[in-house]
């Protein structure tokens, strides 16, 4: 290897070093802990009083139950709509558990290039609001077949989420027992 190419190399892995580091500083954390459920922000979260029939803090605007394959709209604190039936990620492909998503993007007729759909062409995810890395999204779709990762509803109720939630709007994707425990157990307390 040149020299040349060492400092390269060099450079690529301080530079990767600096944009980890500052993810962390800027962003809270940047790397997902080894248990979501035991991260500071899951404490945070747990801390919280929950929203009356959900297992996710009263100060989220959508709540997604993994275990029971429920989702909720709240507002104020407590259950405005829900619960909603979902399908999530199958295996492989696992919707990610989380406290702390923010919706960042809506899109009324979304058509996804990386999840081919049973046709072999992009899949159409109508209503579609993102909220978490990798495209996962609330989006409308076929109950009865395990998503990529996403969180599927049926289309009218995709279209309710996609009408209710704005960009900004705060998510949970929860396991309900999980949480109902920590709460029990006073787990939030930092």
């Not at 600096?18 to 962390?24: K, M, R």
Request: net charge positive; glycine share 12%; hydrophobic share 35%.
């Amino acid at each position: 290897m040149s020299r040349t190419e060492r400092l390269r190399r060099r450079r690529r892995v301080l530079v990767t070093g600096l944009v980890l580091v500052a993810g962390v500083g800027l962003g809270g954390t940047a790397i997902a802990t080894a248990d979501p459920e035991q991260s500071r922000v899951a404490q945070q979260a747990h801390a919280e009083p929950a929203a009356p029939g959900t297992p996710c803090s009263a100060s989220v605007r959508a709540c997604v139950d993994l275990e029971t394959r429920q989702a909720w709209l709240v507002r104020d604190g407590r259950v405005a709509d829900g619960p909603f039936p979902v399908t999530t990620g199958g295996e492989g492909k696992a919707t990610p558990v989380g406290h702390s998503f923010r919706v960042y993007r809506k899109e009324a007729d979304h058509r996804s290039g990386e999840y081919p759909g049973p046709d072999g062409r992009p899949a159409r995810m109508p209503w579609s609001v993102f909220f978490a890395d990798g495209g996962i999204a609330f989006h409308g779709g076929d109950l009865s077949r395990e998503s990529a990762g996403c969180v599927k509803l049926r289309t009218r109720d995709a279209r309710r989420f996609f009408e209710t939630l704005q960009v900004g709007d705060k998510v949970q994707v929860v396991n309900g027992s999980v949480e109902r425990r920590h709460r029990a157990e006073g787990r939030g307390h930092l």
